[in-house]
């Protein structure tokens, strides 16, 4: 097979994983650790920090998946 490469497979089943994990990170089952008020983070209450939180992972994870597509790509 031409042009397969399989660490670049591993790479995105890693990313895959990673945005799964923060995907349930942000619904029911995990979220539910995190659902409350106190304590009071950066002027959140927890369970909006958590939010807050989650998502910038998100942007980082997404971030460095297109620096690393980038790079592969020159």
Do not use: D, H
Request: proline share 5%.
């Amino acid at each position: 097979m031409e042009g397969y490469n399989p660490n670049k497979r591993k790479v995105y089943i890693g990313f895959t994983v990673f945005f799964l994990l923060c995907f349930m990170a942000m619904i029911f089952p995990i979220f539910s650790i995190a659902n409350r008020v106190e304590p009071i983070l950066f002027g959140m209450p927890f369970g909006m920090f958590w939010l807050v939180l989650v998502t910038i992972l998100q942007f980082c994870g997404l971030l460095a998946l297109y620096i690393w597509e980038y790079r592969k790509g020159r």
